[in-house]
């Protein structure tokens, strides 16, 4: 049956792994989106070797949870010193450190140039990612893992303010393509929230992905923000968009990617109950009940 999840983010380095392993099982969730980034410095990945993830596996496997993808570090851009072996090297750990959690999905945000809005130096920045995924197949082929590409968006600072433009990875068509040319290794991870902020049609962007759907990150904002509400607080089409899945056999965890970074330690289970009660209607009309 697939599981209901939710990611990690903005309270595990808050309250520790075991506290936050305790309270996502009781609150009924079978599984967990795990990051392997630092929260403050995202390029950097989390530490720890593969002993010390094979044990936090062991521990959440205990509490009942799965490891059911994580979430690589992220944010690097290929004109701000950043470099291919560097790049490489963070990505081969996180893949190591996937497999030791016992998981067999994780996923991957593309390198972007500083002023890919939209349509400028995209086929550049396109194949500049194909060069640099292609490299990690030999990792992915002995860890038994599956990298997953994430819809993505950019980030303009215009004088006083910040505004979010599509980018590399932001179209359903461009993330097809992608995945088709980097072969059975690599597969697509769906961002409802990032999908809104583009423009994109976030059912028809679920029914062109089709099989090569393998996660997702369900967060709701209201079009300009990258918030990471937890569903119907924003403007996301969330019954249509699980509808979309259900029509092409998604197969998946139901994996939310709420933020929790402002939410007292005290009130994060009243959050997670709804969470997972929002899960359990989404896994209901998957399964093909009606609301």
Do not use: W
Request: glycine share 8%; aromatic share 12%; proline share 3%.
């Amino acid at each position: 049956m697939r599981k209901i999840s939710v990611s990690g983010y903005g309270y595990i380095e808050r309250l520790g792994y075991e506290r936050s392993f305790d309270l996502v099982s009781q609150a009924g969730f079978e599984a967990m989106d795990f990051p392997l980034y630092v929260e403050k410095k995202r390029g950097e990945i989390a530490p720890g070797d593969e002993d010390f993830f094979f044990s936090l596996g062991k521990k959440a496997k205990e509490r009942g949870l799965s490891i059911g993808q994580t979430h690589a570090p992220f944010g690097y851009r290929e004109d701000d010193g950043s470099t291919f072996s560097s790049i490489l090297s963070i990505y081969e750990k996180a893949i190591r450190y996937t497999a030791a959690l016992g998981a067999d999905k994780i996923v991957l945000h593309p390198i972007k140039f500083e002023n890919c809005v939209r349509d400028y130096r995209r086929e550049e920045c396109f194949l500049l990612n194909l060069e640099l995924f292609e490299k990690l197949n030999r990792a992915l082929e002995e860890n038994g893992v599956t990298a997953l590409l994430e819809n993505m968006f950019i980030k303009k600072t215009q004088g006083e303010f910040k505004k979010l433009y599509p980018t590399i990875y932001s179209s359903a068509e461009e993330l097809c393509r992608a995945a088709d040319a980097l072969g059975k290794n690599f597969g697509v991870c769906f961002d409802s929230g990032h999908a809104l902020i583009t423009g994109e049609d976030c059912p028809s962007a679920c029914r062109l992905l089709g099989k090569r759907l393998r996660a997702v990150h369900l967060h709701d904002n209201t079009g300009d923000r990258d918030d990471h509400l937890v569903p119907y607080f924003g403007k996301v089409p969330f019954l249509e968009t699980v509808d979309a899945l259900k029509e092409i056999g998604y197969a998946g965890n139901i994996n939310f990617e709420v933020h929790f970074g402002n939410v007292p330690e005290e009130h994060i289970p009243t959050v997670f109950s709804y969470i997972y009660e929002v899960g359990q209607s989404f896994r209901r009309r998957l399964d093909g009940e009606k609301l």
